[in-house]
């Protein structure tokens, strides 16, 4: 995992323990001080919340103590691409586009965070500046030339 994901996560995990888990438990005992808790429409939400919001705190703090931090900038790897670079591409028809490898977790293709798993990612890790680079997606067969590659 890079060292943002790493901080996005801790930064999750935070605010569902400080801020989520009080306010579910404060809506918790609002709903049962309305009374019967069979047809407590509220309390059974509120329950349904915090069981959620329970899962997620320890998918968090289990990924937490697994992971290992990557922090791309303290290696030298002289244009090659590696996890966490961000690479910029250039495509058949002459279209930039530039992606950074990331883990799983943080992987967002909107906004240019591709898995190391993702086809794109597994072809371009190993590769170096000026490289041409062909993988098979979906849609097809993929040709990009490496431009540039970025340790951010």
């Known amino acids: 995992m890079t060292v943002r994901g790493a901080e996005l996560l801790r930064e999750e995990l935070r605010k569902?323990?400080?801020e989520d888990r009080p306010r579910i438990i404060q809506a918790i005992a609002e709903a049962?001080?309305?009374g019967d808790l069979k047809e407590n429409a509220e309390y059974h939400a509120a329950k349904d919340q915090q069981g959620f919001v329970e899962a997620?705190?320890?998918?968090?703090?289990?990924?937490l103590s697994n992971i290992q931090v990557i922090d791309v900038t303290t290696v030298d790897p002289k244009g090659k691409v590696v996890f966490g670079a961000t690479v910029e591409l250039l495509d058949e028809?002459?279209?930039?586009i530039a992606y950074r490898i990331v883990g799983e977790d943080e992987?967002?293709?909107k906004i240019g965070l591709i898995s190391y798993t993702s086809p794109i990612a597994r072809a371009l890790i190993g590769k170096n500046e000026g490289d041409?680079?062909?993988?098979s997606a979906p849609g097809g067969e993929k040709r990009y030339e490496v431009i540039s590659v970025r340790y951010e």
Request: proline share 0%; glycine share 4%; charged share 40%.
């Open 93 to 96: 028809t002459g279209k930039e």
């Open 56 to 63: 997620r705190i320890n998918e968090i703090e289990a990924k």
């Open 32 to 34: 049962r001080a309305h």
């Open 16 to 18: 569902l323990k400080s």
């Open 107 to 109: 992987a967002d293709i």
């Open 132 to 135: 041409d680079v062909s993988f």
